[in-house]
T-cell receptor, first 116, second 110 residues
Framework: DGGITQSPKYLFRKEGQNVTLSCEQNLNHDAMYWYRQDPGQGLRLIYYSQIVNDFQKGDIAEGYSVSREKKESFPLTVTSAQKNPTAFYLCASSTWTGGVKGTEAFFGQGTRLTVV | KNEVEQSPQNLTAQEGEFITINCSYS?????LHWLQQHPGGGIVSLFM???GKKKHGRLIATINIQEKHSSLHITASHPRDSAVYICAVPLGGGADGLTFGKGTHLIIQP
């Protein structure tokens, strides 16, 4: 079955450590996204990538880094520069059509990161 | 950039009741998404619509492009419908991706 796989589901890290969240999709989608969710707030865009080897900052990119070496994979690294890293992180993908028309979005199950 | 407002924030109803959740956005869009998030956190796409109405089982989504407003209805609600329902629209402003409402936390009591 096609879908998006995020791992791990729960992750604990000590303050000051970098941590990388995995996101893999087998939907052959061009576009992939990382969102962050905090209690009482809507999901916010961290980074997105519309094509391999290219990515763009979203609204809250500070303290995060990404790579897109393969179409299927879009890992997110939460660096020690991120001041409040504890959050729920969601990966999504879609068939990008250049914004001409809406495309259905598919979401992973999320990773809950807790930094202690 | 687009902004999304959802109402109500919280909704508790009895099993069998007809449920309506509303979503308004600020900038014209190509399509609007309704999503469902269960307690584990994973999100499922319920609908993507750009005009009119769509129906899937007991769920109905409508959109009025001119008024920048959409509604999600649940008929004959059931406790398994308890979840957070989220409306999302394209970010706009030249960026790809979606902007999301804060969600409506729905609880259906037996």
């Amino acid at each position: 079955d096609g879908g998006i796989t995020q791992s791990p589901k729960y992750l604990f890290r000590k303050e000051g450590q970098n941590v990388t969240l995995s996101c893999e999709q087998n939907l052959n989608h061009d576009a992939m996204y990382w969102y962050r969710q905090d209690p009482g707030q809507g999901l916010r865009l961290i980074y997105y990538s519309q094509i391999v080897n290219d990515f763009q900052k979203g609204d809250i990119a500070e303290g995060y880094s990404v790579s897109r070496e393969k179409k299927e994979s879009f890992p997110l690294t939460v660096t020690s520069a991120q001041k409040n890293p504890t959050a729920f992180y969601l990966c999504a993908s879609s068939t990008w059509t250049g914004g001409v028309k809406g495309t259905e979005a598919f979401f992973g199950q999320g990773t809950r990161l807790t930094v202690v | 950039k687009n902004e999304v407002e959802q109402s109500p924030q919280n909704l508790t109803a009895q099993e069998g009741e007809f449920i309506t959740i509303n979503c308004s956005y600020s900038v014209g869009i190509s399509a609007l998404h309704w999503l469902q998030q269960h307690p584990g956190g994973g999100i499922v796409s319920l609908f993507m619509l750009s005009s009119g109405k769509k129906k899937h089982g007991r769920l109905i989504a409508t959109i009025n492009i001119q008024e920048k407003h959409s509604s999600l209805h649940i008929t004959a609600s059931h406790p398994r419908d308890s979840a957070v329902y989220i409306c999302a629209v394209p970010l706009g402003g030249g960026a790809d991706g979606l902007t999301f409402g804060k969600g409506t936390h729905l609880i259906i009591q037996p």
